[in-house]
């Protein structure tokens, strides 16, 4: 048998009322890896994550981790009324003996990790990453084609070919830099502006189009908004539209990951907006308290439709949140590719390692609108749309790396121009003629079998179609 | 004198919450003990308790699922979370307080057995709880989350109705949380109140893709809870507080399944078909009873088991053969699962639906059709005259139910729907 009887469970409860309060529970190591004791000093090439507890607060700047977060140390040490350091339970901290009040530093806040400057350059060499040739290529590429299919989506929506669209403009570079330095089997949870991460991923053209045509080819069946897309091979799970409701999701993910051993880290995509929601504050502090290999990866791409981050925190951004979780944390520039994969390649490993986790606040500007149903001129001026697509693109920084490294020219610029543009037009235009999924689809996958009630529920739509099918788009729905 | 008794009172409660509730919560925990000694006060305060409601009746010890063991539902719950654990290495529990064994004791032992990576606690966040549940069932492991009082779903029902209900639907299957299951103590407990007492099923009745289940005793919670674990899809297990003691019976030891989406008819009758779950069942049985006893008349009792998906036919089957149909529950009355049933129930049952089934007694054909295979040889012309069905009831259905009230804390015994007022309906049903 391999249950015992109930009376070995309940053992403990059997001998006294009380249950054993913490203080006398010995202190136990936490499942966890040994490393976690790395000192804040030590990190890579220079980039620096941000250890909780904040400067301001902390007693010592430069503490590691806290060791043991289910016994904190305070609760092992010997109560002595000679001793006048605090015993909370809550906090570990000294006794102060003057009033003041912390004051949230937003005028200087957390500064902006970057590898290359405006025009492409690199600015510290010890901090370049180094990628070959065919990888930054990669990257390129995998923005560009982005941007293409993105502009040619956003005018068949225009044209009412399908109903609705969002563009990536301007945050490509936080799509593929972070893509490129996660491992193809790493899960992806993201909000509904990453499609880059699949690009990178190589998800083919015709099935980003098949889900915003909601057609056969569809593998969600035609169920969803366009951009909403999902993709099991490639480890990206299906976009929903709730917003920062994949952040706790993406934290269970990373646990059972931890627990299988899967050397495997968790990105999870959100908006500076999302990050307002209660999910996000969730996610973060199961994150932390679990011990979660997981990246959160903030875009911050200055609005959330209409409202600027004036109107959506008065904090130092998201990246300040971060330590207030215990959760290390760092500020890039979303718009250099190279300082989004640095940062996410160091925080991959360390979370795998250390298996904790770690919040990028990676920097950007949203050019396009929010959607095909936002006009952004009504809430911020072209002027200021244009700086960003002008003088600090993420396509155009690294166009400029490339062409100062003797990678690329304006011929292949040219030719790869109209070869992208000629791959999304086909897929396009096979997208626009292929039927749409039989209704039957409408019904199944609710539950993993099929309700009773809901089978009648679906004959009788097909006996009421076939009175009043006239009045239906059959046409276009496989039969 | 009033005032030590009524502190003798408050003694009590907190006595009782103590042992079986999560007493942080409750108002006046922080009175001092000290204060109130017990003394021959105490008894007086105790008679003069309210006694409960019901009366639970075990079922007769279930001989083919091997040894059993006397078991409260609290026990029988650390039994099936026990044996799921053994069985998959993939299973962890968590949500506040489960670590040392859970404001109502149901996770027990199960840290020490198992380790603190599957038994843990989490923050005190619902919708994180949810969420990180959800995650973890994405990837294929087995979540068991606990929310600590039903009470308290609310900030995680984004996550319930938009997430996890939706998430292989959404996705075309190609990703899932079926292996998410949540429990959560349920249901009128004598001294809740509005927040430690709430019956939400009806709020998820209406969300497709999850499925909720609630148990009326130790032996089905151990092989329901298992089948939810099991189960493909996300599950919701309500688990009536007020029994996590007060109801005791033989359990088997190893694992059993209870089928979901199946009702179960626990007594025959001809007259009347009574309709409840949970704790209700125990009401009705006992209503079932009286009426023998003082009007003659024969009940159907038959315990609902899953509220979505539900058991449709086996209502039907039931109110066609007596013509009369009483459904009672806790919740309120206004959008209570009761006018789901009621309204379904007034729509399908017709004669022709059932067509092998007789009034007042079942036909040796539908005998050899078995449970629910009759149901599918559907005519083509049955259907088309759905439109113009008729009532084949003796009286129209009857639903006692609570008020439409938060459930308050001194008048529980005037709000729960008890025997005398289900009595009282299905009086007036018989006389209609």
Avoid at chain 1, 35 to 57: C, N, T
């Amino acid at each position: 048998m391999d249950s015992p009887s109930l009376r070995e469970l309940q053992q403990p409860l059997l001998e006294g009322t009380e249950c054993e309060t913490p203080a006398q529970k010995p202190g136990r190591h936490e499942l966890g890896s040994p490393l976690r004791e790395i000192a804040f000093a030590e990190s890579l090439r220079g980039l620096q994550f941000l250890s909780p507890p904040l400067p301001s607060v902390s007693a010592g700047l430069g503490e590691p981790r806290p060791p043991d977060v289910e016994h904190p140390p305070r609760q092992q040490q010997q109560f002595s009324s000679l001793d006048d350091k605090p015993q909370f339970p809550g906090a570990s901290a000294e006794f102060i003996d003057k009033l003041e009040f912390i004051q949230p530093n937003v005028i200087s806040g957390i500064p902006i990790y970057r590898v290359m400057d405006r025009q492409g350059q690199i600015i510290n060499p010890s901090e370049d990453p180094h990628l070959p040739k065919e990888k930054v290529l990669k990257l390129y590429k995998s923005m560009t084609l982005l941007n293409t299919m993105d502009r040619i989506l956003y005018e068949s929506q225009r044209q009412g070919r399908i109903s609705f669209y969002m563009t990536n403009y301007g945050e490509e570079g936080t799509h593929v830099g972070s893509a490129a330095a996660l491992d193809n089997t790493d899960l992806v949870f993201g909000q509904y502006r990453e499609a880059g991460v699949l690009m990178y991923r190589d998800y083919p053209l015709e099935l980003f189009m098949a889900q915003c045509y909601g057609n056969i080819s569809d593998l969600g069946k035609g169920r969803q908004m366009p951009v909403h897309y999902g993709c099991k091979e490639r480890h990206f799970v299906t976009i929903s539209s709730p917003l920062a409701t994949q952040i706790p999701q993406a934290v269970g993910a990373a646990y059972a990951a931890k627990r299988a051993n899967a050397n495997r880290v968790v990105i999870c995509y959100f908006g500076e907006g999302a990050a307002s929601e209660g999910d996000a504050h969730a996610g973060f502090n199961f994150a932390a308290t679990l011990e979660c290999p997981i990246i959160f990866f903030c875009r911050n791409n200055g609005y959330a439709i209409s409202t600027p981050t004036s109107e959506q925190y008065r904090g130092d951004g998201i990246a300040a949140r971060g330590p207030g979780y215990g959760i290390m944390s760092i500020r890039v520039d979303g718009n250099d590719v190279f300082a989004v994969y640095n940062a996410t390649k160091e925080a991959r490993r360390r979370a795998v390692a250390e298996n904790q986790p770690f919040l990028i606040e990676a920097m950007t500007y949203r050019i396009g609108h929010h959607s095909t149903s936002d006009d952004s001129s009504a809430y911020r001026s072209v002027d200021e749309v244009n700086y960003w697509d002008k003088q600090d693109h993420p396509i155009s920084r690294l166009r400029h790396y490339l062409l100062s490294q003797g990678w690329w020219d304006e011929e292949q610029e040219k030719a790869w121009r109209k070869q992208s543009r000629r791959k999304v037009m086909e897929a396009f235009e096979q997208a626009e003629r292929k039927p749409k999924p039989n209704p039957n689809l409408l019904f199944s996958d609710v539950y993993q079998e099929m309700p009773a009630q809901l089978r009648k529920q679906q004959e009788s739509l097909a006996r009421h179609l076939q009175t009043y099918g006239e009045h239906y788009p059959l046409d276009h729905f496989d039969k | 004198m009033a005032v030590v008794a009524a502190a003798a009172g408050w003694l009590l409660r907190l006595r009782a919450a103590g042992a079986e509730g999560h007493w942080r919560r409750l108002p006046g925990a922080g009175l001092a003990r000290g204060f109130l000694h017990p003394a021959a006060t105490v008894e007086d305060a105790a008679q003069r308790r309210q006694v409960a409601h019901f009366t639970f009746q075990p079922d007769p010890e279930p001989r083919e699922y091997g040894q059993t063991q006397k078991m409260n539902l609290f026990q029988s719950v650390t039994s099936a979370l026990d044996n799921s654990l053994a069985k998959d290495p993939t299973a962890v529990i968590f949500g506040e307080d489960v670590a040392f064994g859970g404001v109502f004791r149901c996770t027990v032992g199960l840290r020490d057995k198992y380790g603190k990576d599957r038994v843990f606690n989490t923050p005190l966040c619902e919708q994180g709880i949810v969420g990180f549940g959800i995650g973890i069932a994405v990837t294929g492991a087995t979540a068991i989350a606990e929310i600590q009082f039903a009470d308290y779903i609310f900030p995680a029902f984004d996550q319930i109705v938009n997430e996890a209900a939706k998430y292989r639907y959404r996705s075309g299957d190609l990703f899932n949380c079926g292996s998410l299951t949540i429990r959560s103590p349920w249901g009128c407990v004598g001294h809740g109140a509005l927040y430690h007492s709430q019956s939400p099923e009806a709020f998820f009745a209406h969300c497709p893709g999850i499925k909720v289940v609630i148990p009326r005793s130790p032996f089905q919670a151990k092989g329901l809870l298992l089948s939810c674990i099991e189960d493909k899809n996300p599950c919701i297990f309500f688990e009536p507080k007020i029994l996590y003691r007060a109801a005791a019976e033989e359990v088997p030891i190893e694992p059993y399944n209870i089928p979901l989406s199946q009702a179960e008819v626990i007594q025959e009758g001809s007259d009347v078909t009574l309709v409840a779950w949970g704790t209700q069942v125990h009401v009705i049985r006992e209503v079932a009873s009286m009426a023998k006893e003082k009007l003659g008349v024969s009940c159907e009792v038959i315990d609902l088991r899953t509220i979505i998906p539900w058991d449709v036919d086996t209502i039907c089957k039931s109110v066609i053969k007596t013509g009369r149909l009483l459904i009672s529950h806790e919740a309120p009355l206004t959008g209570g699962f009761a006018s789901e049933i009621s309204s379904t129930v007034q729509k399908l049952c017709r004669i022709e639906d059932y067509p092998f089934y007789k009034r007042g007694k079942q036909t040796k054909k539908s005998k050899l059709l078995g449970q629910a295979q009759w149901l599918t040889p559907v005519i083509p012309a049955l259907w088309e005259a759905e439109e113009e069905c008729f009532l084949n009831l003796e009286a129209p259905i009857s639903r006692v139910c609570g008020y439409d009230t938060p459930f308050p804390h001194i008048f529980e015994p005037f709000y729960i729907p008890d025997k005398w007022k289900c009595y009282d309906a299905l009086r007036k049903m018989i006389n209609y």
